[in-house]
């Protein structure tokens, strides 16, 4: 597995605000055609994630298996890498675990429709993006920063709406406070497909149509 370190922004959207000592962390593994997001999303973040999952476009079409564990980051930041999933020709599949929460949730969304996954113990949370920054602005800067966010979290609304099968007015209203998710709820609302098995891999039972694996039959020695 290759390893990419990051370092946070000094604007930032989430759940929480976090110190800037924080990082999230990609990495990728070309023979598995895997891509582990760890941590913020932040700019580095999506330059680590672009250049893993073009690279491993570049390799072929196959599906391409996109980990996440993330309690957000960068609205920004996240978008890069929702495009880019999205315009890369192999079918990115994601798989949540422990939390996805923010931006996270909707790159978990984003997925290829039928292979998203989240993990039996994983969380869910999505909400209205909130802006903590470090950084002055005079006023003329803060309405033009203003504006632009409006302007994605009303994208994120069409996203969601478009991902999860539901109407905008009532993304809308379910952003306006910090919605919690165990997994079979995440599933219900649609920002996931199917709840990944402790045993079989990524290929798991779907909530509505219950499979039954059965196991291969013994060849008997008997004449």
């Known amino acids: 597995m290759r ?4 370092k946070w922004n000094s604007v930032k959207f989430g759940s929480e605000s976090f110190d800037d000592d924080d990082s999230g962390e990609i990495t990728y593994d070309e023979e598995s ?7 913020s999303i932040d700019d580095e973040t999506a330059k680590g994630a672009m250049y893993a999952l073009r690279l491993l476009e570049s390799n072929g079409v196959k ?3 996109f980990e996440i564990y993330s309690y957000g980051g960068s609205l920004f930041s996240g978008m890069i890498i929702h495009d880019v999933m999205k315009e890369v020709r192999s079918p990115v599949y994601t798989l949540g675990y422990g939390l996805c929460a923010s931006m996270a949730a909707m790159l978990l969304a984003a997925g290829e429709p039928g292979h998203r996954y989240v993990s ?21 800067k803060m309405e033009q920063f203003r504006e632009n966010l409006i302007r994605d979290y009303n994208l994120g609304i069409k996203m969601l ?13 379910d952003l306006k406070k910090n919605l919690w ?16 098995e402790h045993k079989g891999g ?3 039972k779907s909530l509505s149509k219950p499979k039954i694996v059965s196991k291969p039959k013994r060849k008997s020695n008997r004449k």
């Open 3 to 6: 390893k990419y370190d990051m």
């Open 33 to 39: 055609r895997l891509v582990q997001l760890i941590g």
């Open 63 to 65: 599906p391409i298996r």
């Open 120 to 140: 039996p113990s994983a969380r869910v949370m999505i909400h209205a993006p909130s802006a903590y920054t470090e950084v002055e602005f005079d006023m003329a």
């Open 161 to 173: 709406s478009v991902y999860c099968h539901k109407s905008e007015a009532q993304v809308k209203e």
């Open 181 to 196: 998710m165990d997994a079979g709820q995440a599933v219900k609302y649609g920002l996931a497909d199917k709840i990944l």
């Open 202 to 204: 990524m290929y798991a």
